[in-house]
């Protein structure tokens, strides 16, 4: 080998290389590490025109400056993304460095539509679940509560806006809404009746039932009062109760008392 010139000229040529790309690189570490390109700013925006109602400087500078390590070349993007996202009300988070020594954060908020379940989180008008502060929420307007399977939330708020349509018509407003472990619906109104919708046979089973139910509704309210109760899991009909009577649990029909022509 020490006889082949042009084996000797390459292997020089590659060591030189080498050598001159790590000093390059040493030069570039060197250059990223002066105190210049420290991050002295974190500008904090907002995703799209709505302002933050929620997520102050106070929040941010408490859940979130002592998570952020690094200068304006080494701090890592994504784990400063999740440490935003993990701040109460903050549903998405994006970041951007700009030139020489700042980041920019974008946030958006979750809006509260009303409680999920009994453990105090909420769910957005999105479709998300996420916990902040309940008396927070509560600020801003009256929380309908919801409850279903895990996955179920956005199938329950899609639901929850077709049944403010279907009761408008008796000036009715959904307070609660509740999705069984057997998928069958149950909705509490703002007048305090629980109406047990059931199952999904098919697609337009809960509009049929509710349908019913607005068609006869006006006849019934002039007979009884304080109705606490209607069962409309019946095909032709219904059952109702009050004066604290109750509707049977899920799966065991009562006869029906009212019948819906």
């Not at 390109?37 to 109602?53: H, S």
């Not at 988070?93 to 980041?103: F, H, S």
């Not at 609660?176 to 069958?184: D, F, I, P, V």
Request: charged share 25%.
């Amino acid at each position: 080998m020490w006889q082949d010139v042009k084996a000797l000229n390459a292997t020089s040529s590659t060591l030189f290389v080498l050598t001159l790309l790590a000093c390059i690189a040493s030069g570039v570490w060197w250059v990223s590490q002066r105190p210049m390109f420290n991050l002295r700013t974190i500008r904090v925006e907002t995703i799209g025109e709505d302002e933050l109602r929620h997520v102050n400087n106070l929040t941010l500078r408490n859940n979130v400056l002592g998570k952020i390590k690094g200068n304006f070349f080494t701090t890592d993007l994504d784990a400063v993304r999740q440490a935003f996202e993990s701040v109460p009300w903050v549903r998405r988070a994006t970041i951007r460095r700009e030139w020489p020594d700042q980041l920019i954060v974008a946030l958006e908020e979750h809006e509260a539509l009303g409680t999920w379940g009994e453990d105090g989180r909420l769910l957005s008008v999105k479709g998300d679940i996420f916990t902040a502060n309940l008396a927070e929420a509560e600020e801003d307007h009256v929380l309908p509560e919801f409850d279903g399977p895990d996955g179920s939330e956005k199938e329950v708020l899609s639901r929850y806006s077709e049944l403010r349509k279907w009761f408008a018509p008796l000036k009715l407003v959904p307070e609660a809404l509740s999705l069984s472990s057997r998928y069958a619906w149950t909705v509490r109104l703002n007048n305090g009746m629980s109406v047990a919708l059931g199952r999904e046979q098919s697609s337009t089973t809960l509009k049929e039932r509710v349908d019913r139910l607005t068609g006869i509704y006006p006849q019934l309210v002039t007979h009884l009062q304080n109705i606490e109760t209607i069962d409309m899991r019946y095909q032709n009909g219904l059952a109702l109760s009050a004066k604290g009577l109750k509707i049977p649990a899920e799966g065991a029909k009562p006869k029906p008392v009212v019948a819906a022509h």
